[in-house]
Each structure stands twice: as structure tokens, then as C-alpha cells.
């Protein structure tokens, strides 16, 4: 299933805020999320500069994500959302068009099952990688590396890609038959390969192939484009 993309529109009352920042690829878990559902002009985006360590300011831990990540869902009412698989579950309860983390329970099943594996084996990996084994945020954000850590996750990356290339040379998507939040995340997990440079193995066509359909979607193309 294919969304429509529309761009933001900055007449309709925003509804939810995301603390941000663009070029990440965990927020742009959320921004796909979001391009899919065609719900970005229910959201105004709140940049917190993550260079200059935004994040981890006392302020913000206290008052909007204790775990000091990004992206951050806060509603009307004041209610905090952190983690991407938990927005992406409540942009999904709130709007059904299309599904995205599964409507029966096998499905819901093996879309948590995969995404928490695109998490586990991919995405997380390369984020542990970045931060420990290369300068990372900068010395004002990375206060403790630990290199060979870092290291062994990038290798563990590397096997995570061979493991998803496996999965789709047998089927569409990462879940099964449709695309699903578990796509979403390993799309993250190859934009953050892309920007600590770890290429996808050329073995892995299948993977390598997915992913150039997927840069196609206009929820992935656009995601950086949407704005306050
Ligand atoms: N488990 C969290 C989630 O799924 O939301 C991880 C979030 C995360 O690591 N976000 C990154 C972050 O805040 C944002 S980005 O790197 O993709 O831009 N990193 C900053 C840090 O210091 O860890």
C-alpha cells in the first residue's frame, strides 16, 4: 500500500509537537511514519540541536525524555511519548490509513518481532558504533567511548544487514507481504549506515534492492523537507 504525500500545511492548527532533529535517523523513523499516514500537518517540529548537546541538558531530561533521545511526541495535553516504536503505535491508534505495526495478531506479532530485530541487529548497532568508535556527537556530547565496543557493533551491523538481505530475497517486505513499521526502521538503520559511511555489503542484493524501492516512497523522499 502506497501513501499520497502531501506537504505540511501551516494553516491547520497543529495538534502534537515532535522535538527534533531533521537529519536523524531515529526522528526520521517518525517523519516516514508520519509521510505515510499523511498526518504531518497535525505536527509542528521543535528542533533540539543535538551537536550542541541539546538533549542531554538537565532541563530537557527532566521535563521531556528521561533517556535524553530524540524524537520526542508531546500532545495537546501535555503527554510525553518517547521511543520511535511507541509514537509510531500511537500515530497508528490514531490513524488507522494505512496500518503500520499490523492488524491481526500473527501480523502484529511478527511486525514487533521484526522491528525489534531491525532495532537489536541494525539500526542500534550502527547508533552504539557511532557513538563509541568514531567522534560521534563531539566531545561535548560523547563524554565517555569505548572504542572496541563500538567496533564489535558495527561488526554486528554488517551481520544485520546479511540477515535482512536474507529475508527479503523471500518476500517484499521485512514483515511479511506489506510495508510495515519494521521497514521503517531498517530504512533508518541504512540512513545511518549511509551517514558513518558502512556500506551494505554488494552480497546483499536483496537488501540493496528494497532499500532503492523504498527511497522511492514519498514518505522516505520527503522526510526531510517536512518542517515547522
Ligand atoms: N530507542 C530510542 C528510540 O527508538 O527512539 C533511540 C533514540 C535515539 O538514539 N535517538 C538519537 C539520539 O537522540 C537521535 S539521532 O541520532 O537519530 O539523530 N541520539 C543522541 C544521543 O546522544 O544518543
Redesign the pocket.
Known sequence: MTASFTPFDPTVRPMMTIYD?P???????VRIALGEKNLQSRVRFELVD?LK?E??QPDFIASKNY?????VLELDDGTLI??????SEYLDWLDGNPVLTGTTPRERGLIHMMNKRA?LEL??AI?VY??HATP??GPL??VYQNAEWGLRQRDKAVRGMHYFDSILRVQPFVAGEAFSMADITVI?GLI?AGIVKLPVPAQCEALIAWYARMCERPSVKHRITMSA
Open positions: 532533529f537529519q536523524g535517523p531515529y526522528p526520521a523513523r543535538l548537546g538533549h542531554k533517556s535524553g533521545t530524540l524524537p518517547a521511543e520511535c516504536t511507541a509514537i532495532e539500526l542500534d547508533s557511532f557513538h560521534g556527537l556530547v560523547e533508518g545511518f
